[in-house]
């Protein structure tokens, strides 16, 4: 009785080991022994360092994104300095065209040495002259009053009609007119002092009108010259023709 219950406690332990073992195998077979648990480990981690590295190669890519930003950076930069320049050369050229503007603004008397003056017979009014000045300057003049002639040997310059004086001051931008005529003898022969003269100079005045500026004109006249006598006379200087011709 005894042998026969250790016999089969024998067995009964044969057969614990025996399924132990195949229940050790299967866990081998499955994935799930402890072996199989590091190896996933590894790949695991291989896979999980992949992105990394992918991310490294990411990080590298905006590395060189980088990069052309900063050349765009520096293009940026050179724009800048172009623009930069092109407002300066602008100012510059601003700021010249500002100085000759206020150059060319500075109003200054009409005379001689910025004046062109011609003197012409007319043939209506009679016995009249007609003194043409232009601006040959580069600023704006103003032709003040009248003109003081003076014809050859002449010792006093001639009245000025006070009628005929325009109610501003004549004022000649570059380029253009201004008139005055000169009355030389009396139409219905009253006049007195009757004579050839072949010479003329021309005064100018200046603000106050009580003596004459800058250079005196030489108009020339006609070859064989003018009559004039002691009823000579001139107008203020005009804005027009028509109305320096009108006394």
């Known amino acids: 009785m005894s042998r026969f219950r250790t016999s089969r406690a024998r067995l009964v332990a044969a057969t614990a080991t025996t399924v132990l073992a195949a229940l050790a195998l299967t866990a081998c077979d499955d994935g799930t022994g402890a072996h199989d648990e590091g190896a996933a480990s590894t790949a695991s981690t291989s896979t999980s360092s992949a992105p990394a590295s992918s991310s490294g190669g990411t990080s590298?890519?905006?590395?060189?994104?980088?990069?052309t930003g900063s050349s765009g950076s520096t293009g940026g930069s050179a724009n800048g300095s172009v623009t930069g320049g092109s407002k300066s050369a602008a100012g510059t050229s601003a700021s010249k065209k500002s100085g000759s503007s206020g150059a060319s603004g500075r109003t200054v008397t009409c005379e001689g040495s910025n004046l062109k003056t011609v003197a012409a017979p007319l043939t209506r009014p009679v016995n009249h002259m007609l003194l043409t000045v232009t601006n040959t300057g580069s600023r704006t003049c103003f032709l003040y009053g009248y003109p003081s002639v003076q014809f050859t040997d002449a010792q006093s310059e001639p009245p000025v009609i006070e009628d005929s004086?325009?109610?501003?001051?004549v004022t000649l931008e570059p380029g253009q007119s201004g008139y005055a005529s000169v009355s030389l003898s009396a139409t219905d022969g009253s006049g007195k002092d009757?004579?050839?003269a072949k010479s003329l100079t021309v005064y100018f005045y200046g603000r106050s009108l009580s003596g004459n500026v800058g250079t005196a004109a030489h108009p020339s006249l006609p070859a064989k010259g003018?009559?004039?006598?002691?009823s000579i006379k001139v107008t203020y200087w005009q804005q027009s023709m028509s109305d320096a011709t009108n006394w």
């Open 60 to 67: 590298g890519s905006t590395g060189t994104t980088g990069s």
């Open 165 to 169: 004086q325009p109610q501003a001051v």
């Open 194 to 196: 009757g004579r050839t």
């Open 226 to 230: 003018v009559y004039i006598d002691d």
